[in-house]
């Protein structure tokens, strides 16, 4: 018997379409024999997700909640991964993000609105997009994997995050938490109604998806971005320049990380503390494969992970642990990965 | 006697009928060319002999006899040898152990007796090797490592491989592709010589003028079945392109006289690193004027990949300077030296020529995107992007399903013709063309060429680079030798000598 790999020519979006539910299929039932491992019915578990996630209006508000910061850091990194360079490091500059904008919330807490949010937002973008800019600049002037880089650029950003809230900026009457004081209210994003959903980063998120989408098919930059990461080579033939496409897209994913850490700041804790994330900027890296690096896709599929995290809540009172939501995201990136394998290959057995 | 008959040979692939019902015979001791353009399923059908596809119908015959291939594996040990046209050889070992490598372990261990354990096992391989090298006069060394060998030297280390497994019946596919003419010489002696010894040759070609040299009899392919089967001194290279093309084919490319004028290309002791860090061009000085092609005769490798890259502005020059229109291109960047008006028609047609994933479109407009009228400010105008698609893959003739298809799935001709028309379509005053054709079938070599002239007679400079000696012969007017970093013995193409260019292609200063 042999087996032989071979090169698929052209791939249908049926098939892509039905590879992305396979992979999640595949994930639930491996999931499923674990969650048994644990004495727990899969089905049940799977029912109580459901509904904690999408089967009452305040359940549905925290699932948008847990979206927010998913879709804002997957439309980054589904242009950077197009040009092919693989930044892991959107949790990082996610927590950039959150420690500058806290800064100017905590310098100045008397300032009005209109002042304090925009600045907010600006240097949360400015510092999420220079941890993203060194990861790339080593890549382009000294050939560095942008993976590795930005990968331990991420604890940089978590041990600096810990020195400030267990240090300088712990909040005096915060009973020891290892957190800042809560921010003045003009320092703290409108939310909606009853829910938590703070909803200028939800329709910054959605705008900034659709947007990006746009210019990756319809613009001279989204044709320079797509042929680099194609092929090299042609696009350097092409008279294209690697370095200002490593280095525009690191910023934009770098700085739409850092606009979901202002969001979380300024929308949720209301406050910097430990444990801002949990695991946002990874999470977005399995977004934005799932969405097959379209930020469109982005929209609906960040979604799905926020109601994963409301549901992981749920599960935990079954007696599961928390990090079961973490393996059954591991499982579904490890399909979709292969799964997209699979899209470009055959594999055929010979007698 | 048939060597080999093959029978109602029946292949599909996925939307393929790669053979048709072929039917096809050797006789021992006759070189029998397998003549057809890319794709007509040459290598399909020889796969099959050796093992490496299951025919859907039709049956083999060797020798008389009815057999089953299942793998490579029975071919061999039924002494059916092949030589691929990308040798399957480790670059670090040397001939002996390569051959050894082959080797099944009871080939191996039967000389090898109790008193002579100590002795080394290569040796035998070794006496084995030179006797085949002898009597088949092929002049292998079997203590050379390979990378020291030249790639006529490697092809018959593959040679005596499929002997020394017993071969009787050779399949070489393509085998004069990486060859110098004189190479090329020296392998027909040896097929003179392996035929003589009664073995049975088949040799896969596109290339008509070797195939009337060298064959016994030759079986024309084309979309998968055999058009015919001739004996070689019976035909001539008319007949044999139009059963292999479907129509009449031109040899003779009209030339109009050119009008020397302005040089467009000045190049003065130019010096370049390859990209293992050797000094891969040598001061070369020279200039190519509007409406002429410079030929640069030569074996790939020899400098020919770093020279077009130097002047293209992709590698950076270590001494020396380029002017493009006398403007001073040195170090610029290959936007700046492609806006001078300076068309690249690249070595490496799919590594670097094109973007396999995007579309024909895209891919049209690859080096001009961001050019009026294809880009408007920060965005590409998709419609005119189409109807420039649309207009280009009708005059030059592109087959593809739709503007819209990656152009990973178009074959070979028709990609290198998308980049001659993305090339040439907006008359270059410079023209960089590696290997224009090299691969290509008869019909779309011919159709390249005559573009590569309709450029010179719009007024284009052009730097032709080819190892095809025919090529470099019939279009250009000037021809250079390169060899080692270095030109030699610059020409004009009316007063050329072959002979005398073969020699120096393989290095012999005359």
Known sequence: ?????????????????????????????????????????????????????????????????????LMVCAAGLALAFRAKLWNIGAEGQLILGAISSSWVALTFPDSPSFLLIPSMFGLSFLFGSIWGLVPGLLRVKFGTQVAITSLMMNYVAAKILEYLVYGPWKGPAEWGFPQTSKFSISAQLPRLAQTRIHYPTLLFGIIFSI???????????????????????????????????????????????????????????????????????????????LSRLNSLLVIPVSLLFGGLLVGGDAIQLMGLPFAAVDLFNGLILLFVVSGEFLNKHKIKVKY | MNAVEMKGITKRFPNVLANDHVDFRVASGEIHALLGE?????TTLMNILFG?????????????????????????????????QHFKLVETNTVAENIALCLQIDDLKRPLKFLRLLQNPLNDVENHIQDLSNKYDLNVDPKAKIWQLSLGEQQRVEIIKTLFQGANVLILDEPTSVLTPGEVEELFNTLRTITDEGHAVVFISHKLEEVLKISDRVTVLRNGRVMASLSTSETDKEELARLMVGREVLFRLEKKQRTRSEPVLEVKNLEALSDKGRLALKNLTFKVYSGEILGIAGVSGNGQKELAEVITGLRNTEKGKINILGVDVTESSPMTILNQGTAHIPEERIKMGIVPN????????????????????????????????????????IVTPSTKTPVKLLSGGNIQKLILARETSWNPKLIIASHPTYGLDVGATEQIRQLLLEQREKGAAILLISEDLNEILSLSDRIIVMFNGEFFGEMLAETANIEKIGLMMAGVKT
């Not at chain 1, 087996?3 to 039905?18: C, D, G, K, P």
């Not at chain 1, 727990?40 to 799977?46: F, I, K, R, T």
């Not at chain 2, 890319?38 to 040459?42: E, L, T, V």
């Not at chain 2, 005119?384 to 009708?394: D, H």
């Open chain 1, 1 to 69: 018997m042999k087996i032989s790999v071979e090169t698929r020519e052209a791939t249908s979006r049926l098939t892509t379409l039905l590879s992305s539910i396979l992979s999640i299929g595949l994930a639930l039932c491996v999931a499923a024999i674990i969650f048994m491992g644990y004495r727990v019915n899969p089905l049940e578990a799977y029912r109580r997700i459901l509904l904690s996630a999408f089967g009452s209006l305040h359940g549905f508000s925290e699932t948008i909640v847990k979206a927010i910061p």
């Open chain 1, 211 to 289: 947007f990006l989408h746009i210019i990756v098919s319809k613009s001279r930059f989204g044709f320079e971005v797509r042929a680099t990461g194609e092929n090299p080579q042609a696009a350097r033939y092409a008279g294209m320049e690697f370095f200002k496409i490593a280095i525009i897209t690191m910023l934009v994913s770098g700085g739409l990380a850092g606009v979901a850490g202002f969001g979380e700041v300024a929308g949720i804790q209301l406050r910097l503390r430990m444990g801002i994330s949990p695991g946002y900027g990874y999470t977005a890296i399995i977004v934005a494969w």
């Open chain 2, 38 to 42: 890319n794709g007509a399923g040459k």
């Open chain 2, 52 to 84: 490496l596809y299951k025919p859907d119908e039709g049956y083999i015959l060797l020798r008389g006899r009815k057999v089953t291939l299942r793998s490579p594996k029975d071919a061999i040990k039924l002494g059916i040898g092949m030589v691929h």
């Open chain 2, 358 to 397: 995007m579309s024909v479109s895209e891919n049209l407009v690859l080096r001009r995107y961001n050019q009026h009228p294809f880009s408007k400010g920060f965005w590409l105008d998709a419609d005119i992007i189409n109807q420039y698609s649309e207009q280009l893959i009708n005059e030059y003739n």
